[in-house]
């Protein structure tokens, strides 16, 4: 397929390809549109750099001053002080030190953003570590072996993804209850990994149906176990589709919301719910949660880069490839 | 050429195209290669029936019920399916299907038209497309509960930027509207929100879809002399459609499910007027703690999303067929 287009993009006398005239109308609309959806996000990442005024003001002022004190009041609790209490304190050690003090405060300690933060990484890694584990044995059975009912079976693991997110968390919540699961890492990385596991074993199935079985099959001819082959033979070809596996499972674990909101509280909280709760005097701190998004989007950009010639095969389970 | 085996999308949706591998020639020492399959696919099953399976069982044995999870030493009574009953007769469930229906629709509606638009002119290669598009695909990727919290802060009436630019362009006094706190506008804002963010996925799609025609038809079409549009309408359009159908059923499972932006972005209000069926649902369940009744409602839902999904599915395997 791709082969036919790159023969059929260099014929410029083709008579089906664009007028030169067409790409630019078609170029300029989708640089408008791209432009466009990138408002909402440019905005975030600027408010993130203004002071709280700022962020405010009416109108919403395009340009503006930046300064760090989003970043500052992300990162700590402080409290208001009288001026006599200020004035007796010895001189600010730090530059955030000072930028709180100049708004007659002082930093009571570190905001639980860090924490939070952790839980992120720790709950995304542990249950995406364990759904691509046990999705590239599964995808690996149901590829090579002759499975009764695998098509019924894989239907049925799909399936799992059709429930709303809520409606499993009804029985969930009373069976971690009883489990003292609750605001765990152990049970937020279990029910992550489940959840996962259906994205895990479609798109690993399709990477491995795709490794010719030759390879293999020598490899059983020259001696090698079943497992000798697999290890040695198909997961080093399977690396790509792995890697690719992984990074989509993270995303969603580091995105989930739902369960993360109704299941945690203290301990095992993670970034989407603890976000829209980060306040300041008098509401929301918006430079403060401008920051926190900025700081929680960055990893998500950086993966879409990356994984842009496999987007396609993890939005749809593996049904479309390129 | 035509579409590979793995790009056609009914593989997936008909689930059962899967060919059986032919046994691979060599048993191993030991293990069947029956025994080795289950081995390789146990683990994922066991993890899906504790984490998905039991508590389905659970919730269906609770929906009989007039449990409620604040009060679990209350006497339990089963009510047989007076639940259900409820449910089905209860006012406030059919303002949120219904609410949950224009959203469904809407979402759908808009992000076919532009998704579609886009992979047309972004099919046209012009330079740089590459490029272009990988921006555009930004939003799909984000967590949806930090898009719907930062879009509060972009569709506040007296500073947010959305109000401003609309008033820009349109010469509307910005503070004549509120797209979060109209009962009129609010519906809107939650499809708003949702096609910023998704019409890149149905994009994608049908990209794929618009790259799999071989371009020899349109090199036939063109020596029978059929108009642009003729071609659109009898090639491009029919041969995308598949694909398109396919972007629709995982739009529509998804907005159907629809929690965690909308939670944020307007929690149901005002009033109830953007209350879709996972709020309410998350009303039932977690701030009445009704879990009979809200188990009974989940699994309505449940139902409702899987039978929808395959009659669906059936007749996109009937457009495929044609």
Known sequence: MNAHFAASSHAAHSVVAASPRGKVI??????????????????IGATAFKSPPDSISYPPKIFFQPTLEGWVNLFTVRSRQSPEFLANLPPPEHWWERLVRSHDMV???????????????????????????LGTLAAYGFSRFRVPLSDDLLFFILSTRMMPPIAVAIPIYLMYRQLGLTDTYLGMILLYTAVNVSLSVWLLKGFMDEIPREYEEAALVDGYTRLQAFRKVVLPQAVTGIAATAIFCLIFSWNEYAFALLLTSGNAQTMPPFIPFIIGEGGQDWPAVAAATTLFLMPIVVFTVVLRKHLLRGITFGAVRK | MLMKAGNDPSAFASHLTAITPPRLSRRVRGLSDRSLAWLFIAPVMILLLAINIFPLIWAVRLSFTNFKSNLPNAPLRFVGLANYADILSDEDVWRAMQVTAHFVVWTIVLQVLLGFGLALLINQKFRGHGFWTTVILLPMMLSPAVVGNFWTF????????????????????????????????????????????????????????????????????????????RQFWTITLPMVLPFLMLAVL???????????????????????????????????????????????????????????????VKALNRVKQR
């Open chain 1, 26 to 43: 078609a170029g300029t609309l989708v640089v408008i549109y791209a432009l466009v959806t990138l408002v909402p996000l440019l905005w």
């Open chain 1, 107 to 133: 930093i009571a300690g570190p905001s639980k953003v860090v924490p939070r933060f952790v839980n992120s990484v720790v709950v995304g890694f542990g249950s995406t570590f364990l759904a691509v584990m």
């Open chain 2, 154 to 229: 972009l569709l506040q009436p007296q500073i947010g930027l959305f109000n401003d630019i609309v008033a820009f362009f349109t010469g509307i006094d910005p503070h004549s509207f509120q797209m979060l706190g109209d009962v009129k506008l609010a519906p809107w804002s939650i499809v708003l929100v949702d096609t910023w963010m998704w019409t890149p996925y149905v994009m994608l799609i049908c990209l794929a879809g618009l790259r799999s025609i071989p371009e020899d038809i349109y090199e036939a079409a063109e020596v029978d002399r059929a108009s642009r549009w």
């Open chain 2, 250 to 312: 995982f739009r529509g499972i998804e907005n159907f499910k629809m929690f965690d932006m909308v939670n944020l972005l307007t929690a149901g209000g005002p009033g109830s007027i953007t209350e879709l069926a996972s709020i309410t649902l998350k009303r039932e369940a977690f701030e009445k703690w009704r879990t009979g009744y809200s188990s009974a409602f989940a699994i309505i839902l449940f139902v409702t999303v899987f039978g929808a999904a395959n009659i669906y």
